[in-house]
């Protein structure tokens, strides 16, 4: 079983759910757990009936909501073992350090740190990274209308004292209202649809989905994606 962190201020489900897919489509079983305060998956998620902690299925991807830490996942689904005997991904979700902590991101195979350059995204997806007890690498995933170094600049000297190693490479998500609409459009009829998302988003989602799998190839995962829209 794969852990993957995505860490962060910035709302970032939809995001995560649409990997999520493009990874159900390439034949895994993925599990998201929306471990943020706000819990936006409770509301961007059809559910028939919602409780303080639940697992429901949304396009063939499992979202859990409520779940203070990993074992009250176990306890709903009743698995008494490791959740690797239900799931091959488990895509985390948080923007705070105890979620960070219970859901065992430290050790997670990858982590994210996705962020706009507002002051709240920056500094509040920061705050999830108090305490570390050793040095993880993050890879940044960052929204802007333009990519400026001093922005880039200014998240490096707030993370300064932070146990953070960035990763060398960022990845690059243009903040476009059109993509915006489709988020907002696909929340509003309860689907996943990336026929109308901006060829810069999509190449986005094509990235961090091939590095999660690491051993199935770019091309493989724009097939998903042409599956994905051609079901749209």
């Known amino acids: 079983m794969k852990r993957i962190g995505f860490i962060g201020g910035y709302d970032k489900t939809d995001l995560i759910i649409y990997i999520a897919k493009i990874l159900t489509v390439l034949g895994n079983r993925v599990l998201v757990i ?70 065992y991101l430290e050790e997670a195979e990858k982590n994210y740190f996705v962020t706009s350059f507002d002051a709240y995204s920056l500094k509040k997806g920061l705050e999830a990274l108090i305490g570390l007890k050793s040095a993880i690498t993050l890879t940044k995933v ?35 209202n059109g993509d915006l609409s489709v988020i907002y459009e696909n929340q509003r009829v309860a689907k996943i649809k990336f026929k109308k998302l901006s060829v810069q988003y999509k190449d986005g989602l094509a990235y961090i989905t091939d590095e999660i799998l690491g051993n199935v190839g770019e091309s493989m995962v724009r097939k998903a994606i042409k599956t994905i829209e051609k079901g749209a």
């Open 34 to 103: 929306d471990a943020t305060v706000s819990q936006k998956a409770r509301y961007v998620v059809p559910v028939i009936n919602p409780t303080l902690m639940y697992v429901t299925e949304y396009e063939d991807v499992d979202i859990a909501v409520g779940f203070k830490n990993e074992d009250d996942v176990k306890k709903y689904l009743g698995i008494s073992g490791n959740l690797d005997s239900e799931y091959d991904i488990i895509l985390v979700d948080t923007d705070n350090a105890e979620g960070f902590q219970r859901f």
């Open 142 to 176: 960052l929204f802007s209308k333009e990519m400026l170094k001093e922005e880039d600049d200014y998240l490096n000297f707030l993370s300064l004292g932070y146990k953070i190693i960035w990763n060398d490479y960022r990845i690059y998500f243009p903040i476009e």
